[in-house]
C-alpha cells in the first residue's frame, strides 16, 4: 500500500504546485514495524526530493502512538504549524478528495491573523477554494446518531499545536 501512497501523494504535490499553492512540506512517517523497516530505502526511491520519508528510529517511541493516529493518517497542518486536520481511514484515501480538499483549506484560510508566514497567493488560487472545499468536508461529516462520538473522522483541530 505504501508504494502507490507514495506514487499517488507525488500526484497531489504536483497537482497542487501546478494550481498555484506552493510552500507546502510533505513527509511520509515510516512505519516502525519490521517489514516498513526493510522497505524504507524502496519507499525513498519512489518518492521526489520534495517529499521526505522519514525513518523512526527503533528506540524511540513511536510517532503516531505520539500524534495519536495511526500509519495510514494523513495530518495536516497550517503554516503556523497547527495541526488542522487530522485525517484517518477512509478520508485518507488519495484516490478520494478529503486530502486534497483538507490541505486547500489549510493553506488558504487565514485564521492565524497576520504572521510573517502568511504569503500572498497569486491571483485566483484561493478564491472560492475555501467555501468549496468546506462543503464538501461537510458533505462527508458523520451526522448525529444521538451517540456523540469524541472523534469522528474527518478530526478538524483549531486550537493545538
Request: charged share 25%.
Amino acid at each position: 500500500y505504501f508504494f502507490t501512497l507514495s506514487i499517488r501523494l507525488e500526484d497531489l504535490r504536483v497537482k497542487l504546485e501546478n494550481e498555484g499553492l506552493v510552500n507546502i512540506s510533505y513527509m511520509i512517517v515510516n512505519h516502525q514495524g519490521t517489514y516498513s523497516q526493510r522497505k524504507f530505502h524502496q519507499l525513498k526511491e519512489r518518492v521526489s526530493d520534495y517529499i521526505t520519508v522519514y525513518q523512526q528510529d527503533e528506540e524511540q517511541p513511536d510517532v503516531w502512538t505520539t500524534l495519536n493516529g495511526n500509519k495510514d493518517d494523513f495530518l495536516i497542518y497550517d503554516r503556523c504549524g497547527r495541526l488542522v486536520y487530522h485525517l484517518g481511514l477512509p478520508y485518507s484515501f488519495l484516490s478520494f478528495q478529503h486530502v486534497e480538499e483538507s490541505i486547500k483549506i489549510a493553506y488558504c484560510e487565514n485564521k492565524c491573523g497576520n504572521c510573517s508566514y502568511t504569503e500572498p497567493h497569486p491571483d485566483g488560487v484561493c478564491e472560492n477554494i475555501t467555501k468549496k472545499a468546506e462543503g464538501k468536508l461537510a458533505e462527508m461529516e458523520p451526522r448525529p446518531t444521538g451517540q456523540h462520538s469524541p472523534h469522528p473522522n474527518p478530526h478538524r483541530h483549531r486550537e493545538h499545536h
